[in-house]
C-alpha cells in the first residue's frame, strides 16, 4: 500500500524560503503525477503544483508561479516543493498526493488523485 510522507515545513518570514519534501514507500511505486496542494484555515483545498514522475514537465498554480519549484528523485520515491519569496498568504498545511494513471493533461483537482500525505504546516509571518 502506498504511502506519502511530507517533511520540512516550520515557521519562515516574509520573503523566506523553504523545502518541502515527500517520501513515498510501498512494494510499488510508480504514479503518473505527483501532484501539491495546500489548504489554510476556513479555505478549501488549493492547488499548487505538479510534476510528471517522468520528467516530462510541471505545471503551477498562478498564485505561486516563478515562486515554487518542483522536483523528483524517482531513485529516491520523493518528490520536492522549493519554496522561495514566501508570502504569509501562503501560509497552509502542504500535502502531497500521487495520480497512478493519466494521458496528456494536467490534474489540478483534489478529486483527480489517488493518495495523500499527512501534510505538513508552514507559517509565513509578516
Known amino acids: 500500500q502506498v504511502q506519502l510522507v511530507e517533511s520540512g515545513g516550520g515557521l519562515v518570514q516574509a520573503g523566506g524560503s523553504l523545502r518541502l519534501s515527500c517520501a513515498a514507500s510501498?512494494?510499488?511505486?510508480?504514479?503518473?503525477?505527483m501532484g501539491w496542494f495546500r489548504q489554510a484555515p476556513g479555505k478549501e483545498r488549493e492547488f499548487v503544483g505538479a510534476v510528471m514522475w517522468n520528467g516530462a514537465g510541471t505545471y503551477y498554480g498562478d498564485s505561486v508561479k516563478g515562486r515554487f519549484t518542483i522536483s523528483r528523485d524517482r531513485a529516491k520515491n520523493t518528490v520536492y516543493l522549493q519554496m522561495n519569496s514566501l508570502k504569509p498568504e501562503d501560509t497552509a498545511v502542504y500535502y502531497c498526493?500521487?495520480?497512478?494513471?493519466?494521458?496528456?493533461?494536467?490534474?489540478?483537482?483534489?478529486?483527480?488523485?489517488?493518495?495523500w500525505g499527512q501534510g505538513t504546516q508552514v507559517t509565513v509571518s509578516s
Open positions: 498526493a500521487a495520480r497512478l494513471l493519466g494521458g496528456d493533461y494536467w490534474y489540478t483537482g483534489v478529486n483527480e488523485y489517488h493518495y
Open positions: 510501498g512494494r510499488t511505486f510508480s504514479p503518473y503525477v
